[in-house]
């Protein structure tokens, strides 16, 4: 059965887990969960839009980095990492899963104030901890190994190639529903419109073809509509759809070396995409939330903003040719720009899976497995995610990830 085939109606109507969203983080959810020996149950992974169009991971620049400020969100990124360049293994040495590599041409942030660069020194000091080989670069060894940089008002950048770079995140996707599938798990093509709970748990979901399912846990993983789902629970979470634009362009004057993704200070972001061409990425100064089907370009974003900036850090990007270009949206967690996971402290069989801000692809591996665990076990066996959970909203207590691109 192909990765994609969603069926339009509940095989039982009654589950041990439901999983609503199917994309990147759900998926994740529902094979880790279908692969731990000790579950022996009933999956149903309900999306509304099986054909992932619109949803968050199709629209990904599919990146990943160790360059956090937080070690938490660090030995998360570093397991994606393993994960994804051992797909096979992880799969049980399936040789129809592919071997994976990350490109990894890093990412390179670059500052241009004191404050920003004591951010990077002490950014630094965490992912080294942790192992990360991340190096500090002076504006004069910024010129010397990326000559094509402008670098007369840098203060300081900061430089990872290893396991930072670009990685195939279709072939983990797939994979993960193909045999999250041969496991038996059901996907379900359907909008969820109600959730019933009593007495502090949840006990199933309505969806709007009037099918009622009942379920003993369920997890949110519905990306930027998050909220939606959660209100539909009674519980309410700072999680809103904020657009994010990307454009890949070509260049006259191609560089001589690949282009670290470049976070620069103006906010843009920008990357290698192909052999001679680039990617880059921004969002709209006010930032607004937005509805979860808005997807319409703003032309003058790159016209009066993305273009002159990367020109300006790059010259040579004067003269550039855009190929493509699409809207997407980030789940951004208003509260701290770091997920929400685990249980809710009332409602006790509804688990978060929401609100990554924008690093949720390559944390999809770790939250997963972390999630499975609590599922599961009732309790976390690798990461402790913990951090995570929801109290430290109702508690006042931000868990705040600073390194938000």
Not at 162 to 184: C, H, L, N, T
Request: with cysteine; charged share 20%.
């Amino acid at each position: 059965m192909p990765p994609n085939s969603y069926v339009s109606s509940p095989a039982h109507n009654a589950y041990d887990v439901i999983i609503i969203g199917g994309a990147m983080m759900g998926a994740a959810a529902a094979w880790f969960t279908a692969s731990d020996p000790d579950f022996d149950g009933r999956i149903l992974v309900i999306d509304r839009d099986p054909s992932y169009a619109n949803c968050s991971t199709a629209h990904t620049n599919s990146c990943i980095r160790q360059q956090f400020s937080t070690a938490l969100n660090v030995r998360i990124s570093q397991f994606g990492a393993d994960f994804i360049q051992n797909l096979r293994g992880y799969m049980g040495g399936d040789p129809r899963v592919p071997q994976l590599k990350i490109q990894n041409y890093g990412y390179m942030y670059l500052a241009d104030t004191t404050a920003g660069a004591d951010a990077l020194r002490s950014s630094h000091a965490v992912q080294r901890a942790e192992g990360a080989e991340t190096r500090l670069m002076t504006p004069e060894e910024l010129a010397t190994e990326y000559p094509f940089y402008a670098t007369d008002d840098l203060v300081l950048g900061s430089i990872n190639t290893k396991d930072e770079g670009y990685w195939d995140y279709m072939a983990v996707f797939d994979w993960w529903r193909r045999s999250a599938r041969e496991r038996g798990v059901e996907f379900l093509a359907g909008d969820v419109t109600q959730i019933s709970h009593d007495a502090g748990r949840v006990t199933g979901v309505t969806l709007a073809s009037g099918d009622s399912i009942s379920c003993r846990q369920l997890v949110n993983a519905s990306g930027p509509r998050a909220a939606r789902t959660a209100a539909m629970a009674g519980i309410n979470i700072p999680v809103e759809p904020r657009k994010r634009y990307t454009w890949t362009f070509s260049a006259a004057q191609p560089l001589c070396r690949e282009l670290p993704l470049t976070v620069d200070p103006s906010g843009v972001h920008i990357r290698q995409d192909g052999a001679e061409t680039y990617m880059a990425g921004a969002h709209s100064h006010i930032d607004p939330a937005v509805d979860p089907d808005d997807f319409d370009m703003d032309h003058e974003i790159w016209m009066d903003h993305v273009w002159p900036a990367i020109a300006a850090r790059i010259p040579q990007f004067e003269a550039i040719r855009v190929l493509r270009e699409w809207a997407g949206h980030y789940a951004m967690n208003t509260f701290d720009q770091n997920a929400i996971c685990g249980p809710h402290p009332e409602l006790t069989n509804f688990l978060f899976l929401n609100g990554f801000s924008g690093h949720g692809l390559q944390q999809a591996p770790a939250m997963g497995r972390g999630t499975t665990e609590w599922l599961v076990h009732g309790g976390y066996r690798t990461l402790d995610l913990s951090p995570f959970h929801f109290e430290r909203i109702t508690m006042g207590k931000p868990y705040v990830e600073t390194a938000i691109i």
